[in-house]
Every structure is written in C-alpha cells, then in structure tokens.
C-alpha cells in the first residue's frame, strides 16, 4: 500500500476509536492486551436536572395556555411552544445521558459539563468518603469531585470499595466519615 492510504487507513482508524471508546468498545488494532487501560465503570442516573426543566415546562405550558384562554395575541404564536418542547426534549436528553466514574490502573475519568475529564492518579490530593457520598479532592486550582447517591443515584457502596483500592494502590490517602 502506499503511504498516503495508509495515512488515511491510519486516520480513520483514530476515528473510530474514538467513536468506540464512547460507547465503552474495545479499540479497532488492537488486541486488548498492551496500549488499552481497563477500566470500571460506574454509573449512576441524572433525574434532578431533568425534574428541574420538566417542572419548568410544566410552568411555562399552565402560563401559555392561560394566557391563550385569556385571548393574549402575543401567545398563540407557536414560539412559545417550540421553547416549551426544547425544554422537554433537553431534560430527556439529560435524563438519558448517563453520568459515570471509570477507575483505570492510573487514572480516574468521569463526565464533567459534557466533556469526559480525566485525573491521573498523582493529581489526586485525597480520597473523603462518607455515607451515600464519595469526593475525590484534587491537587491545584481544579474542583472536587462528588459522587453521590441523592443527587446522580451513584452507587456509591461499590465506588468506594474500588476507590479504596485505587488509594491502597498509588499511596492516596482515605479520609472515612
């Protein structure tokens, strides 16, 4: 093959490693031994947001109907209820993404404002867990991480079992409550 279809064979292959990786599928080249970490995962459930934008839409829907019954000309455009299906169709979309916590040999990665983010472990300053809570504090100026069971239904039972390790692991220091 020629260096330039194999530059393009190589590209696409970054691709779709990427797009596999998201999915948590094993890499394409590889042979699941030496380049890929395995991880554990843990995933919780995002219902506090979503509620939030439900009950908003909820409000915004009982004010455009009033106000259409009530004979407001302003209201029976079909902007209002375009914004109201956007909120019901974000909050479903919220709900549905799933937040997470993967502990690899190394390194921690979570989802933070869309954007997977990713703590090595000498980052980590110390391990603070509590019942139904798990905080990972971090060294420099990035914030804490919270893990817990009320507000992303986590399990936090099995995080802080793994964490426990990861610590014993890397010399992290555990802070029990």
């Known amino acids: ?22 999915t948590g599928q094993e890499r394409i080249g590889t042979s699941g031994g030496a380049g890929v970490q395995q991880y554990d995962t843990f995933k919780g459930r995002n219902y506090m947001f979503p509620a939030f934008l439900l009950i908003i839409a909820v409000f915004l829907t009982i004010i455009t109907v009033a106000a259409q019954n009530s004979g407001v000309k302003e209201a029976s455009g079909t902007s209002y209820w375009f914004i109201i299906v956007m909120y019901l169709i974000l909050a479903v979309i919220i709900f549905l993404r799933r937040p997470f916590l993967r502990v690899g040999k190394d390194r921690l990665t979570t989802m933070r404002f869309g954007r997977d983010r990713m703590v090595m472990a000498g980052d980590i300053a110390k391990f603070r867990i509590e019942k139904g809570y798990v905080t990972v504090e971090t060294r420099g100026k990035g914030a804490n991480w919270i893990f817990s069971r009320f507000l992303k239904m986590y399990k936090t039972e099995e995080i802080a079992a793994r964490v426990m390790q990861f610590a014993e692991q890397h010399n992290i220091p555990v802070e029990k409550k």
């Open 1 to 22: 093959m020629s260096r330039s279809w194999e530059r393009q064979v190589r590209k696409n292959q970054q691709k779709a490693n990427v797009l596999r990786q998201k």
